[in-house]
């Protein structure tokens, strides 16, 4: 038998092999043709039973099971919510009879299981997987704002308890290798190949004919307790206490729907617990919150990886030897990534003492990996091997990338450029790491501008995902596809600009600054900015990010760019944050965190508390308590989406995809509302509705009250009146 989806093999045993590969997609996925199949199957399962000894289900994929279809699930709403939880009901019963089937149900796993593909192997009752790196199980959801939504919830609180499958499956979307899922119980068995699975699947069956899953077993508790025994209530306040604490009151609310899920689902029977976790699920999947993170995380990150149209001419790039200039933190941590990327790495700076330090920063990096069991002691050995500090520019002979990473300063660049490029491969690629320099002026430094590059990390190095990659007016498109297939062997998720003061995120992220620090000339409390940006949902708020950043370095750079925009016959249109950093700078010497003074105060380094001195340095005015905190965590979210749009409008990024994921991973953006054009896309208001339309209402209300910054761009105005939203490929009705 083969249905579209599920192929049937039945051996001489009397077990059942069903291997799920549909033949329209690359992965299998719970979509309608999946779960017509799934019906077919089911019921042919418990016809037959009599003559069936046990079931496999395994995969003919190199995945076996991605979970929901996203294109699916981002088109929901809440006029569909009859409709979904109707369909999640059916997926629900599907996998239950499956697991009181009668037999023993095994799931051969050979590849990642995730989502859903993660619950069908739940409802088996006993899990095999290879022993393959790749081979992950978990529940993702909460990272594309959902929940586990056909019985991932329910089955893991049974299995685990609750502390258990909230932090270690749940809450956090973890993806376990094969052997940390069988420490935690959720696979059972372990394979050494592929080849093994199928066969170690028969074999417990053979020798396990009367198997059930522990929940319909008479006299079952959940492992730890539930809410209603004594000790374990005692602790359950600490669940919701840090969650709060941790979400920072953003708008996140799939990990209150997993907890609440989960609590509750642990107090009723398995039925009942399985329609509370279809309201959590249904109220999600209808959400915007969803759709945003489904946006960004999936589809904008597929995009921002794929191959953008590289033509089959181009040859794969990999440099086997590097040079990095300057051995500073940044260069430091570009040498680490790139040694732990299998490349040789000279690190020079202007003595080898300097070097040194450089790859001390290494050896930091590398006993910490070996001591959390990340890694072993022989590859950290290997890894920094591959890192050969230097002060000799000869050391650099034959290599086929250099990434310079000095001081930003264009004088400086160019002497760098001039010593090294002597010593490179004939058709070594060239790259600048500077942030906010132009790249079209340093490559005047060089004598193949078609070879050079901006490729700008984020800090630390070693933990920033993104890799912002600037092309000058004379980079060529083969130029460009080296660049990418450097962040992909360096495992960073690339974004694509054209050359422009401040690049995209610079750019970007220095609107958010300005517009936090200027509240407190405007007589708002440092700690209500403070907690505005939190509630935003921005990783550090805007003050102790401005620390963070320097305040000294933050003039130079708004110097820069007022001298460069003179330069060019036009006005400079100050903002009110320059009074308030010259202020900090000139008035009181708090220059930031590097400082030991800035807006907070710090003790050995570290982060005590906001300085006092703020409150007569920019006095509150009037009563604070009566400072809606929408309005300013608008203001910075509004703020940043309108100068994303004025870089579109320029060319300065072509991409949507490449606006939210940058956005996202280099400078901080809510996850929760996609990226900086999607919120504009998914942006929702009380009075003025959804979409475009209302952002641009509501943007109008904030130039109106705050300045003529707000006032949207005509190009959004445009689109917004056309009912269309901002996408990659083809323009649609919002």
Same mark, same amino acid.
């Given at each position: 038998?083969?249905?579209?989806?599920?192929?049937?093999?039945?051996?001489?045993?009397?077990?059942?092999?069903?291997?799920?590969?549909?033949?329209?997609?690359?992965?299998?996925?719970?979509?309608?043709?999946?779960?017509?199949?799934?019906?077919?199957?089911?019921?042919?399962?418990?016809?037959?039973?009599?003559?069936?000894?046990?079931?496999?289900?395994?995969?003919?994929?190199?995945?076996?099971?991605?979970?929901?279809?996203?294109?699916?699930?981002?088109?929901?709403?809440?006029?569909?919510?009859?409709?979904?939880?109707?369909?999640?009901?059916?997926?629900?019963?599907?996998?239950?009879?499956?697991?009181?089937?009668?037999?023993?149900?095994?799931?051969?796993?050979?590849?990642?299981?995730?989502?859903?593909?993660?619950?069908?192997?739940?409802?088996?009752?006993?899990?095999?997987?290879?022993?393959?790196?790749?081979?992950?199980?978990?529940?993702?959801?909460?990272?594309?704002?959902?929940?586990?939504?056909?019985?991932?919830?329910?089955?893991?609180?049974?299995?685990?308890?609750?502390?258990?499958?909230?932090?270690?499956?749940?809450?956090?979307?973890?993806?376990?290798?094969?052997?940390?899922?069988?420490?935690?119980?959720?696979?059972?068995?372990?394979?050494?190949?592929?080849?093994?699975?199928?066969?170690?699947?028969?074999?417990?069956?053979?020798?396990?004919?009367?198997?059930?899953?522990?929940?319909?077993?008479?006299?079952?508790?959940?492992?730890?307790?539930?809410?209603?025994?004594?000790?374990?209530?005692?602790?359950?306040?600490?669940?919701?206490?840090?969650?709060?604490?941790?979400?920072?009151?953003?708008?996140?609310?799939?990990?209150?729907?997993?907890?609440?899920?989960?609590?509750?689902?642990?107090?009723?029977?398995?039925?009942?617990?399985?329609?509370?976790?279809?309201?959590?699920?249904?109220?999600?999947?209808?959400?915007?919150?969803?759709?945003?993170?489904?946006?960004?995380?999936?589809?904008?990150?597929?995009?921002?990886?794929?191959?953008?149209?590289?033509?089959?001419?181009?040859?794969?790039?990999?440099?086997?030897?590097?040079?990095?200039?300057?051995?500073?933190?940044?260069?430091?941590?570009? /040498?680490? $990534?790139?040694?732990? #990327? %299998?490349? =040789?790495?000279?690190?020079?700076? *202007?003595?080898?003492?300097? !070097?040194? @330090?450089?790859?001390?920063?290494?050896?930091?990096?590398?006993?910490?990996?070996?001591?959390?069991?990340?890694?072993?002691?022989?590859?950290?050995?290997?890894?920094?091997?591959?890192?050969?500090?230097? /002060?000799? $520019?000869?050391?650099? #002979? %034959?290599? =086929?990338?250099?990434?310079?990473? *000095?001081?930003?300063?264009? !004088?400086? @660049?160019?002497?760098?450029?001039?010593?090294?490029?002597?010593?490179?491969?004939?058709?070594?690629?060239?790259?600048?790491?500077?942030?906010?320099?132009?790249?079209?002026?340093?490559?005047?430094?060089?004598?193949?501008?078609?070879?050079?590059? %901006?490729?700008?990390?984020?800090?630390?190095?070693?933990?920033?995902?993104?890799?912002?990659?600037?092309?000058?007016?004379?980079?060529?498109?083969?130029?460009?596809?080296?660049?990418?297939?450097?962040?992909?062997?360096?495992?960073?998720?690339?974004?694509?600009?054209?050359?422009?003061?401040?690049?995209?995120?610079?750019?970007?992220? %220095?609107?958010?600054?300005?517009?936090?620090?200027?509240?407190?000339?405007?007589?708002?409390?440092?700690?209500?900015?403070?907690?505005?940006?939190?509630?935003?949902?921005?990783?550090?708020?805007?003050?102790?990010?401005?620390?963070?950043?320097?305040?000294?370095?933050?003039?130079?750079?708004?110097?820069?760019?007022?001298?460069?925009?003179?330069?060019?016959?036009?006005?400079?249109?100050?903002?009110?944050?320059?009074?308030?950093?010259?202020?900090?700078?000139?008035?009181?010497?708090?220059?930031?965190?590097?400082?030991?003074?800035?807006?907070?105060?710090?003790?050995?380094?570290?982060?005590?508390?906001?300085?006092?001195?703020?409150?007569?340095?920019?006095?509150?005015?009037?009563?604070?308590?009566?400072?809606?905190?929408?309005?300013?965590?608008?203001?910075?979210?509004?703020?940043?989406?309108?100068?994303?749009?004025?870089?579109?409008?320029?060319?300065?990024?072509?991409?949507?995809?490449?606006?939210?994921?940058?956005?996202?991973?280099?400078?901080?953006?809510?996850?929760?509302?996609?990226?900086?054009?999607?919120?504009?896309?998914?942006?929702?208001?009380?009075?003025?509705?959804?979409?475009?339309?209302?952002?641009?209402?509501?943007?109008?209300?904030?130039?109106?009250?705050?300045?003529?910054?707000?006032?949207?761009?005509?190009?959004?105005?445009?689109?917004?009146?056309?009912?269309?939203?901002?996408?990659?490929?083809?323009?649609?009705?919002?």
């Amino acid at each position: 038998m083969t249905t579209s989806t599920i192929r049937w093999e039945q051996d001489e045993d009397g077990i059942v092999v069903l291997t799920f590969d549909d033949p329209n997609q690359s992965a299998n996925t719970m979509n309608a043709a999946y779960t017509e199949s799934m019906a077919a199957i089911i019921e042919r399962l418990e016809t037959e039973r009599d003559q069936l000894t046990g079931v496999v289900i395994t995969s003919a994929k190199t995945t076996f099971f991605a979970g929901g279809d996203l294109r699916d699930l981002r088109s929901l709403t809440k006029a569909d919510a009859a409709a979904v939880t109707a369909g999640m009901r059916e997926l629900k019963g599907q996998l239950r009879r499956l697991e009181t089937l009668d037999r023993p149900v095994v799931a051969a796993i050979g590849g990642a299981a995730l989502g859903g593909g993660l619950e069908i192997c739940l409802a088996c009752h006993h899990r095999v997987i290879v022993g393959d790196p790749e081979a992950v199980v978990g529940f993702p959801e909460v990272t594309l704002g959902l929940l586990p939504g056909v019985g991932g919830v329910v089955r893991t609180v049974r299995m685990l308890g609750i502390a258990n499958a909230l932090l270690q499956l749940l809450l956090q979307g973890q993806r376990l290798r094969p052997g940390k899922a069988l420490e935690l119980g959720i696979v059972d068995a372990v394979v050494s190949s592929p080849e093994k699975l199928i066969p170690a699947a028969k074999a417990w069956i053979k020798a396990n004919p009367d198997a059930k899953q522990p929940w319909d077993r008479e006299g079952y508790k959940i492992p730890g307790g539930t809410p209603s025994v004594p000790k374990f209530a005692q602790n359950l306040p600490a669940f919701p206490a840090n969650l709060r604490k941790q979400l920072k009151g953003a708008n996140y609310p799939a990990p209150h729907h997993i907890l609440a899920a989960a609590v509750e689902g642990a107090q009723v029977d398995f039925d009942n617990a399985m329609e509370i976790e279809g309201r959590y699920f249904v109220d999600l999947v209808t959400g915007q919150v969803a759709k945003n993170m489904i946006q960004a995380f999936f589809f904008d990150m597929q995009r921002a990886g794929g191959d953008r149209d590289r033509p089959a001419s181009i040859e794969v790039f990999h440099p086997a030897k590097m040079v990095v200039l300057g051995a500073g933190m940044m260069g430091a941590g570009i /040498a680490y $990534v790139c040694a732990r #990327a %299998g490349i =040789q790495v000279v690190l020079k700076d *202007v003595s080898l003492e300097a !070097a040194e @330090k450089g790859k001390d920063h290494s050896r930091a990096l590398v006993a910490r990996a070996i001591e959390r069991g990340r890694s072993t002691h022989e590859e950290g050995e290997a890894l920094l091997a591959r890192i050969i500090p230097s /002060a000799d $520019v000869k050391d650099a #002979a %034959g290599a =086929q990338l250099k990434i310079e990473a *000095v001081f930003e300063d264009p !004088a400086t @660049k160019h002497q760098v450029y001039a010593e090294t490029e002597p010593e490179l491969a004939e058709d070594a690629l060239l790259a600048s790491n500077t942030s906010t320099l132009p790249i079209s002026s340093l490559a005047e430094g060089v004598s193949r501008p078609e070879d050079f590059i %901006g490729l700008h990390f984020f800090s630390p190095v070693d933990k920033m995902p993104l890799l912002e990659i600037v092309k000058s007016e004379k980079t060529s498109d083969e130029t460009l596809h080296r660049a990418l297939d450097v962040a992909k062997l360096i495992k960073k998720t690339p974004i694509v600009v054209n050359d422009s003061r401040g690049f995209f995120t610079s750019r970007v992220i %220095g609107t958010f600054i300005n517009e936090g620090v200027a509240m407190l000339l405007e007589g708002v409390p440092a700690a209500t900015i403070e907690q505005a940006s939190s509630q935003a949902g921005y990783p550090a708020p805007v003050l102790q990010l401005s620390d963070e950043l320097n305040l000294h370095l933050l003039r130079r750079i708004r110097d820069a760019s007022r001298a460069a925009v003179q330069a060019e016959g036009h006005q400079w249109n100050a903002h009110p944050a320059e009074q308030v950093i010259e202020r900090m700078l000139d008035e009181y010497n708090r220059g930031g965190r590097a400082a030991g003074a800035g807006f907070y105060e710090y003790e050995d380094g570290k982060r005590t508390r906001l300085w006092p001195g703020l409150r007569d340095a920019f006095p509150p005015v009037g009563d604070p308590s009566t400072i809606a905190l929408r309005d300013l965590e608008e203001r910075m979210l509004f703020i940043e989406s309108l100068e994303s749009v004025k870089c579109l409008d320029e060319g300065v990024i072509v991409s949507v995809a490449d606006a939210n994921i940058g956005s996202i991973l280099g400078i901080g953006f809510p996850a929760w509302t996609g990226g900086v054009l999607q919120y504009i896309n998914g942006y929702e208001h009380p009075v003025h509705g959804t979409g475009p339309a209302a952002f641009v209402a509501r943007a109008r209300e904030l130039a109106a009250t705050c300045g003529k910054r707000f006032q949207p761009p005509a190009s959004l105005v445009e689109k917004a009146e056309e009912g269309e939203r901002y996408e990659d490929s083809v323009t649609v009705a919002a």
